[in-house]
């Protein structure tokens, strides 16, 4: 089997450093988010291999001195002499840019991390590089380094030596240790969660892989955690469907290939009224969907009107129900793995090959179909039929409502938006709009916000959990319409980010569990009714101060514990408060810590784990009441929020 890889395969472009000249090229930025795709880059090489059947186990270390190690059981990175660059492949691997057959065709064939560029890249933004191959009973190792020469230049991803022969072993695979550089990236700090919930993705993704986490960074025992599915996608949506009611209990599953395509689906029913697909290509998420869902949409229509007529639940002379019926209350996950994969849409995460389409409609009209005939389904599939008729009655009755419910908004307009304080300035691209809890805060940030740019939303009591509510109903709840009069878009169907009458949507509340509560409400909201609000980045979660430290005249405000120890370290005499909520807070103050543009943090609402808003969404709002509450205790720290959202706004510190 190894014979057959030849080294010179490997297709040879540039040096590496250009990677260093313009690393946001090649890894998107040197942020936060740069250091994970480095991750990913690295992690992906290593799924490569499980999914060709070669590996069974993947692990992540995140060490102690900010190094991550990447290790698979496979067949390890090939250890021969590259015929042309008389080097081993391994150093190939990792000193040429675009190398790796992912570029050509074959060994690499369904690859596509994000920019798809791999190890060289990761080599060149990283001070140092160690690669263990383990292979036929022996081991080899190279280690890479960048590093300036005498005269202050860089070298990047040097080779320190050849490929070494370290001796015998009886391991056998791959195991890679990279030390960002931290003259490169603005932090080296991995998220836990981020990192943890990606691989559990991957292993829901890759069936039977054992992925396994280990943080070792914090003093005091390292934090590990393993995820393997032996139902792959099946597993997924039984995740995504646990704390609803489900119509029948197993997941429909489609599985096949065409023309090269691999399609793989796992669908189920719950009770509720939403549509949740998650799709992916070749394992990187397609949060704005794209040609693959439309053609598993199309055939799920196709197939289930059809199945409507012959079963005599539609007559000949009904209209036949409409896609979005048969999708009332279904959880899907959708896999398809390609070659060539073209990214579209705003954030580049929508499947633009039409090919795509076809392939997935055509695997999935055949298995659907069959499945719908199998008489041992009958019941299954008619639970499908019925919930879409109903779906379909009630969509009428709802349109009838929502348009009385439109006549009757223009009539309350005026005094709805009479609770908003609009601000003066007319450019949308520059406005603000903070929903703010409580009429005391929104009095205080009435006062203290620059009223050009800001205005100002304030909520009476909680909104309207609109997670088991139709869309007649949320209309008919005044704080939600307060909130879509003043943003100006339209909800649902009827959204036209044209006109969008703010830039900036802020969610303002206390950092209690009520606060989150209605932080939470409000996100649901945006995430079911006005999703692409979410995807363009236009929703924020404003960040208040924990604390006030006053030492004489001097004032400063921690916004986190971990920062109230770093700012009460060694100071003595000073008279500390906590805020409870924003109402505790003059105006000025509030303008001060969490309004003012220049000294506030604010929290960008991101989609990028659209199935985990979606699994803290329902485990939160769902029906099912134990749940819930495992799901608070189990997170006492309510008001952490990044495990779904990207903080921005560097804030430059507002106590200096
Ligand atoms: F690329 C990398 F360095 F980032 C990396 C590669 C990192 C990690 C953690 C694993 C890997 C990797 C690569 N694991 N397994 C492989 N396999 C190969 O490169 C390989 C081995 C054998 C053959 C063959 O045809 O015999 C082909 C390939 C691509």
């Known amino acids: 089997m190894s014979g057959e890889y030849t080294v010179k395969d490997i297709k040879v472009m540039e040096g590496l450093e250009a990677v260093r000249m313009r690393p946001g090229m090649y890894i998107g930025s040197t942020g936060a988010r740069g250091l994970h795709h480095m991750l990913w880059e690295i992690v992906d090489n290593a799924v490569d291999e499980a999914a060709n059947g070669y590996a069974d186990c993947v692990s992540v270390t995140l060490n ?8 698979d059981n496979g067949r390890g990175i090939p250890v021969g002499i590259h015929e042309k660059l008389g080097v081993s ?11 790796g057959g992912k570029f050509g065709e074959s060994s690499y064939a369904f690859s596509g991390g994000l920019h798809g560029v791999g190890a060289s890249v990761v080599n060149a933004l990283s001070k140092s590089v160690k690669v263990e191959v383990f292979q ?30 370290l001796g015998r072993t009886r391991k056998q695979g791959t195991r890679v240790t990279y030390l960002p550089d931290d003259t490169v990236f603005e932090t080296l700090e991995l998220n836990y969660e981020t990192v943890s919930r990606r691989l559990r993705e991957l292993a829901y993704l890759n069936r039977g892989v054992r992925f396994v986490l280990t943080d070792s960074r914090k003093h005091g025992g390292s934090q590990d955690v393993e995820y393997c599915y032996q139902g792959g996608i099946i597993d997924f949506v039984k995740g995504l469907n646990a704390e609803k009611t489900v119509l029948y209990d197993e997941p429909i599953v489609v599985k096949g290939t065409k023309d090269g395509i691999h399609v793989e689906i796992a669908m189920q029913h719950n009770d509720g009224y939403t549509e949740n697909i998650f799709s992916y290509v070749n394992n990187i998420p397609t949060t704005e969907g794209g040609m693959h869902e439309v053609g598993f949409k199309s055939a799920l229509t196709k197939v289930m009107n059809d199945y409507c007529r012959r079963s005599g639940i539609l007559k000949d002379k009904d209209l036949s129900l409409a896609g979005e019926d048969f999708r009332e209350g279904l959880t899907a996950v959708l896999s398809v793995k390609m070659t060539n994969i073209q990214f579209e849409g705003q954030t580049k995460t929508r499947l633009g090959n039409t090919e795509a389409k076809t392939a997935v409609e055509s695997v999935a009209m055949d298995r659907l179909t069959h499945f719908l005939e199998d008489l041992k389904n009958a019941s299954v599939a008619n639970s499908m039929a019925d919930k879409a ?27 709805l938006v009479g609770k908003l304080s609009s601000c003066t300035g007319r450019n949308a691209a520059e406005n603000e709009m903070f929903i703010v809890e409580g009429d005391s805060a929104g009095g205080s940030a009435k006062q203290g916000r620059d009223r050009r740019f800001q205005a100002i939303l304030p909520l ?30 339209g909800i649902g169907n009827d959204f036209n980010m044209a006109n969008l009458k703010y830039d900036k949507v802020i969610i303002l ?21 006005m999703k692409e609000l979410i995807i363009e980045g236009h929703v924020y979660i404003g960040l208040p101060p924990l604390y006030k430290i006053q030492k004489g005249d001097e004032i400063k405000y921690a916004y986190s514990d971990d920062e109230l120890n770093r700012l009460t370290k060694g100071l003595k005499g000073y008279v500390l408060q906590r805020y409870k909520g924003l109402g505790e807070m003059n105006p000025e103050q509030l303008w001060e810590t969490t309004m003012n543009p220049l000294n506030r943090t604010l929290i960008k609402v991101s989609l990028e784990d659209a199935a985990n808003i979606e699994r803290m969404v329902t485990v939160l709002m769902g029906n099912k009441v134990d749940p819930r509450k495992e799901y608070i205790s189990a997170h006492a720290d309510f008001n952490k929020t990044d495990t779904f959202e990207e903080r921005i706004d560097k804030r430059e510190k507002p106590n200096g």
């Open 64 to 71: 102690k001195d900010m190094s991550v190690t990447v290790e």
């Open 89 to 99: 492949g391994v150093e190939v691997v990792y000193t040429k840019l675009h190398a």
């Open 136 to 165: 036929n009973g022996r081991a080899y190792m190279q280690e890479f380094a960048s590093e300036r020469d005498s005269e202050g230049k860089m070298h990047s991803g040097r080779p320190k030596a050849p490929l070494q022969e």
């Open 389 to 415: 008729v109903k779906a379909n009655k009630v969509k009428e009755a709802a349109r009838k409502a929502k348009n009385m419910a439109r006549e009757k908004n223009k009539l309350e307009n005026a005094p």
């Open 460 to 489: 009476r009591g909680k909104p309207l959990n609109v997670e088991k509510k139709r869309l007649d109903q949320v209309l008919a709840n005044e704080e939600l319409r307060s909130i879509i009069t003043a943003i100006g878009t």
């Open 509 to 529: 509340s206390d950092a209690d569990q009520d606060g989150a509560h209605i932080r939470a409400l409000l996100l649901t909201f945006f995430y079911r009714y």
